[in-house]
Every structure is written in structure tokens, then in C-alpha cells.
């Protein structure tokens, strides 16, 4: 896998257009993206370095976490294509706005830490890490945008990369099931 796909896998199992659309066109306030956004990249540079570490603690072969991590992304993508991106209830003004939702599921969900854990260990950790900093800053740079008040725009393209993450789902499982 090229550095190129590697950052594209993350990017599509992250999905920044369905992240941002999540939020209904609320516009966050530019403290609790940083936070969220922080928080994020932060989780996902860490599980990037200790990628082999996390598997091993779980006793899991890398080749048998590419099949899992397959399905985690391709069910996520198959969510999003076949109902869209869930619209989650988003209060700025609530106390833990940039943790619930802005990081958790919004940011930080189980595709993209799925995809970083496979690329960290396939690849390196180094494009684990720019995926996931180029998915996390896309994806607040379009919350701040007001991306998800686009409606059928923010729809149609959150469709299109989770279309996108769904077949680097079926390469990452047919990688998988050919090394197991």
C-alpha cells in the first residue's frame, strides 16, 4: 500500500463529510473544536504508535485484525451509505460539548481508529498519523464551515466517501483472509 492510499484509507474511514454533517449545521464554538480536536488527534496518535502493542496486549495477529478491522469500517460505511449520517442532538452551550459529541462519535469513532490501527502496523505509524491529522483537521474545518446546514450536498458526499471506505474495506479483508 502506497503513503498516498494509506492516508486515504484513514481519510475514507473517517469520513470528515459525515463527522461534520453529525452536527446538523450547528456551529461549534472555535474553543471546542480545538478541544475536540486535540482530544482526537491526540487518541489517534497514540493508537497509531503503539499500534503493535495494542494488538499484542489483545493477542491478535495483525493479519486477523485486517479482516475485523474490515468489517468495523465497511459496516460503518454501509450505515452511512444506506441511511445517511446520523444527525446527533449538538448544544454549545452544554459543559461537555467538545467530549459528547464533538469528539466521541463525531471525531473519534471505530472506523477510524480501525483503520489507524491497520495502517500503523501494515504500514507506519508516520501515515497513521497524517491520515488521521488530515481526517480530523478536514473534518473541523467543515464543521466550522457550517458543512452539515449544506443538507443534501453534506449528505451526498458523506454517501460518496463512506462508499470509498466500504472498498478499502473489501481490499483490507481480501489482504486479511490471503495472509491468515
Partial sequence: ?????????????????????????????????????????ACYALAAAFADSILD???VEPESFL???????AASGAATIAFGPLRLPFD??????DLVPLTVPVLLGPAGLA?????????????AIAGALAAVGGALALAAARFGAAGQLADGLARLAAGLAVVIAAGFAVDGVRSI
Wanted: net charge positive.
Fill in 1 to 41: 500500500m502506497t503513503p498516498f492510499v494509506a492516508v486515504i484509507a484513514i481519510v475514507a474511514a473517517l469520513n470528515p463529510f459525515a463527522a461534520a454533517a453529525r452536527l446538523g449545521g450547528e456551529s461549534p464554538a472555535p474553543r471546542q473544536l480545538i478541544a475536540a480536536g486535540a482530544l482526537s488527534a
Fill in 115 to 127: 483503520a489507524v490501527l491497520v495502517i500503523a502496523a501494515r504500514e507506519s505509524a508516520g501515515w
Fill in 57 to 59: 496486549a489483545l493477542s
Fill in 67 to 73: 479482516v475485523a478491522a474490515a468489517v468495523v469500517i
Fill in 92 to 97: 454549545p452551550a452544554s459543559r461537555f460539548a
